[in-house]
C-alpha cells in the first residue's frame, strides 16, 4: 500500500513568502498555474512536515509553481497573507488555517473567485472546493487503545495514564476521545497542558516537576517529540517501567517511527498531514477533472514494534487483476435517488471493465449479511455494502477480514469500528442536517419555530446523523424546536401517512416540515393542499436529496430548501476500487461535494440532472 513516506529534513529556515520553482517534473498539467499555500505556523514538527509534502509533490508537476507564507499562529496576519496571496494572481488557494472561526470569512470570501483546499481543520459550512484532513476524534480513540493494551501486557488494575497536550484544535479533540476511551476502562488519566509541543519543553516540565510521575504507568504525549521528551527525562531521573505511547508516526530520525523500532516509545498513531494529496487536487481542480470530492479524511495507523517494520516497507503498485470481481449488497429500490444511485454504479462498472454482481434485498439487515456471506464464500475481490441500516454487522465484517476480503461502504455507514471496512465513500449526513436547519433559521429569523420531522428508516445512518446534524443547529436556539418527529421510511407513503397521523390526532399547529429526503416531502404536498394548507407558503418545507421532482417542486413554491445528497457516487467508488486492486491505501471517508437549493438559486443549476 502507498504509506506516509516523507523524511522529516529537520528545521528549515523559511522566508514569511517562498517561491518554489518547479524542478525535475514526472507528471504535466494542462495549464501552467501558481498556487497560493498559507500556513498556519512553522513552529510545530507536523507543520514543517506538511511544507516538505506540498514543495516535494509540487516538484513533480511541470508547471506548477507554489507561493507560501507562514502565518506564524496569527490569524489577523493569516487573513492579511491571504489577501496578499489574491494580489499575486493564483490560481487556487491551499490553506492551513490558525483559527477556524477567524478565517471561514476568509476562506469564504476567496472561494468565490478561486478554488480553495483547506487542510487540517475543517471551516464552519462548506464554502471550499475540498477539504482534506485526518479524524481527530478517531486518532484519540486509537491512541487510548494503544495505552490499554500496554495495561493489558502489564496487568495494571490500578494503572494512571499522564497525558502531555498542547493548546490546539486538534489536540481538544484528540484528548477528549482518548479520556472517553481509557475511563471507559476506568483507567484514571491526568492531563497537562504544554506551553509548547516541543522535545525540549516536554522533557524540561517532567525535570522540573518529577511528582507528576508519581503513580504513572504509560504517558501518552500528543507528538512523538514530546513523547521523545519524555523518554529523555525518565532517562535521566532513572525512572524505569513507564511505558510511553506518541503521535505523528513520522519517518527519519528521531520521527516516531524509528522512535518505536529502536524502543524509545512503545507505540505511535500516525497522523498524516495531507500536503501530497493537496498538490495531487490542486493540479485536478485546475484541470477541472470532474468528480472531485468535498472531503478527504485521512487513514491513521496505530504503529507497534511488531507491525513497524511492515508498515515502513515499500509495497509497489501492481498492475490491476485482469478482471476485478465486486459484489455489492444493495438496498431495495426506496426512492428515486436510489434508483439514482444504482444505475450509476451500474454504468461506472462499465467504464471501470469490473464485473459487478449486484443484488438488492428488503430492507431487513438480516437478509442483507446473508447476502455478503454469500459474497465472502464466492471469493469475490472487494464487498461493496449500502447498509440498510447502521448496527448488526459485526459479524460478518469480522468474516470478511478473516477472509481477506476488502469491504467498501457506499451511502450509509455503520456502526462498527473504522478498522473493520477499509472506505466509506458517501455524503456528510450530518452537514446535510445543520444546512436545513441554518436556511430555516435565516428564513424565519424572528418567529416561534414549530417543526414536524419525517424521518428516515430507523437505524439507519441517514436517519440518524440528519436529525443529530439539525438539532445540533437548532439547540442554539430558543425559538425553534422539533414539537413532533415521526418515521415515513424515505417512501412518499410514508411521509403522507406522518402528516396525515399528525393533523388528524393533533390538529395543525406546525410552522416548518423537515423531511430526511425528497420522497417523504413529496408525499406530503398534494395531501397537505388537500386540507387547506398551502405547502411552501403556510407551512415552509426542507428535504435532503435534490431529486428532479423536487426541484420543480421549488421552483413552483412548494418546497422552499432542497439539500442535494448526490446518488451519483459510481465514478468514485470504481477509482476507488481499481486503486485498492493496484495497493494503493484509500482515504478513511471520501465525501461527495453537495449543493443547497432554494428560491434564489439559478435555474441554470437545475437542468441536465440526471436523478
Not at 256 to 267: F, H, K, N, S, T
Not at 492 to 509: K, M, N
Not at 599 to 610: A, H, I, V
Request: hydrophobic share 40%; aromatic share 6%.
Amino acid at each position: 500500500m502507498r504509506r506516509f513516506k516523507r523524511a522529516f529534513t529537520g528545521l528549515l529556515c523559511l522566508a514569511l513568502l517562498a517561491v518554489l520553482l518547479p524542478g525535475c517534473s514526472t507528471r504535466k498539467t494542462s495549464v501552467e498555474c501558481v498556487i497560493g499555500v498559507s500556513l498556519a505556523n512553522l513552529r510545530e514538527q507536523w507543520r514543517l512536515v506538511l511544507k516538505d509534502e506540498l514543495e516535494a509533490e509540487a516538484e513533480k508537476y511541470d508547471g506548477v509553481r507554489l507561493v507560501m507564507t507562514d502565518a506564524a499562529g496569527d490569524s489577523e496576519k493569516q487573513e492579511a497573507d491571504v489577501e496578499r496571496l489574491m494580489s499575486y494572481d493564483i490560481d487556487l488557494l491551499i490553506i492551513s488555517p490558525t483559527d477556524v472561526e477567524a478565517l471561514t470569512p476568509v476562506i469564504s470570501k476567496t472561494y468565490e473567485k478561486i478554488p480553495v483546499i483547506v487542510l487540517d481543520r475543517a471551516v464552519e459550512g462548506y464554502d471550499y472546493s475540498l477539504f482534506i484532513g485526518p479524524d481527530n476524534n478517531l486518532i484519540g480513540r486509537q491512541a487510548g487503545k494503544a495505552v490499554l493494551e500496554l495495561l493489558g501486557e502489564d496487568g495494571g488494575s490500578d494503572a494512571s495514564v499522564l497525558e502531555m497536550k498542547n493548546d490546539s484544535f486538534a489536540s481538544e479533540s484528540r484528548s477528549a476521545e482518548f479520556v472517553k476511551t481509557v475511563s471507559e476502562a476506568e483507567v484514571p488519566t491526568r492531563s497537562i497542558d504544554l506551553p509548547e509541543a516541543t522535545r525540549d519543553c516536554a522533557e524540561d516540565t517532567l525535570l522540573s516537576d518529577p511528582e507528576l510521575l508519581e503513580g504513572v504507568d504509560v504517558i501518552f504525549a500528543h507528538n512523538d517529540y514530546m513523547a521523545y521528551g519524555a523518554h529523555l527525562a525518565l532517562e535521566e531521573l532513572g525512572v524505569n517501567g513507564i511505558r510511553i505511547v506518541g503521535l505523528d508516526g513520522f519517518s527519519g530520525e528521531n520521527g516516531g517511527l524509528q522512535l518505536v523500532e529502536q524502543g524509545v516509545i512503545d507505540a505511535t498513531v500516525t497522523c498524516p498531514t495531507g500536503g501530497t494529496e493537496a498538490i495531487r487536487y490542486a493540479v485536478d481542480i485546475i484541470n477541472q477533472v470532474s468528480g472531485i470530492p468535498k472531503q478527504i479524511i485521512l487513514r491513521s495507523h496505530q504503529i507497534r514494534p511488531d507491525n513497524v517494520a511492515d508498515y515502513q516497507r515499500e509495497t509497489p503498485l501492481t498492475e490491476k487483476p485482469a478482471v476485478i470481481r465486486v459484489g455489492y449488497a444493495q438496498i431495495g429500490e426506496e426512492s428515486h435517488r436510489r434508483e439514482a444511485c444504482t444505475e450509476s454504479i451500474r454504468q461506472a462498472a462499465k467504464d471501470f471493465d469490473v464485473d459487478l454482481t449486484m443484488e438488492f434485498t428488503q430492507p431487513l439487515v438480516e437478509e442483507q449479511t446473508r447476502l455478503v456471506q454469500r459474497f465472502i464464500h464466492q471469493d469475490m475481490d472487494v464487498i461493496v455494502i449500502s447498509p440498510v441500516v447502521a448496527e448488526g454487522w459485526l459479524p460478518v465484517l469480522e468474516e470478511a477480514r478473516a477472509a481477506g476480503i476488502p469491504i467498501l461502504l457506499v451511502d450509509r455507514m455503520v456502526d462498527e469500528e473504522e478498522g473493520m471496512y477499509t472506505s466509506f465513500i458517501g455524503a456528510d449526513f450530518e452537514e446535510e442536517g445543520r444546512r436545513c436547519a441554518r436556511w430555516l433559521l435565516d428564513e424565519l429569523p424572528e418567529q416561534t419555530i414549530r417543526v414536524l420531522e419525517l424521518r428516515g428508516t430507523e437505524g439507519s445512518s441517514p436517519a440518524q446523523s440528519r436529525k443529530n446534524g439539525f438539532e445540533e443547529v437548532i439547540d442554539g436556539s430558543s425559538r425553534c424546536r422539533i414539537v413532533h418527529s415521526a418515521c415515513g421510511n424515505f417512501t412518499r407513503e410514508g411521509g403522507r401517512l406522518a402528516v396525515q397521523e399528525y393533523l388528524e390526532h393533533r390538529g395543525w399547529d406546525i410552522d416548518a416540515i423537515f423531511a430526511h429526503n425528497d420522497d417523504m416531502a413529496l408525499g406530503t404536498l398534494e395531501y397537505l393542499a388537500e386540507q387547506g394548507i398551502q405547502p411552501g407558503t403556510d407551512v415552509k418545507i426542507m428535504s435532503i436529496d435534490g431529486t428532479s421532482d423536487a426541484l420543480d417542486a421549488l421552483q413552483s413554491g412548494r418546497v422552499n430548501c432542497v439539500v442535494e445528497c448526490n446518488p451519483l457516487l459510481g465514478p468514485q467508488l470504481m477509482k476507488a476500487i481499481t486503486d485498492l486492486m493496484q495497493g494503493k491505501e484509500l482515504p478513511l471517508r471520501i465525501i461527495t461535494d453537495e449543493s443547497v437549493f432554494t428560491k434564489d438559486t439559478p435555474r441554470s443549476q437545475f437542468q441536465n440532472r440526471k436523478y
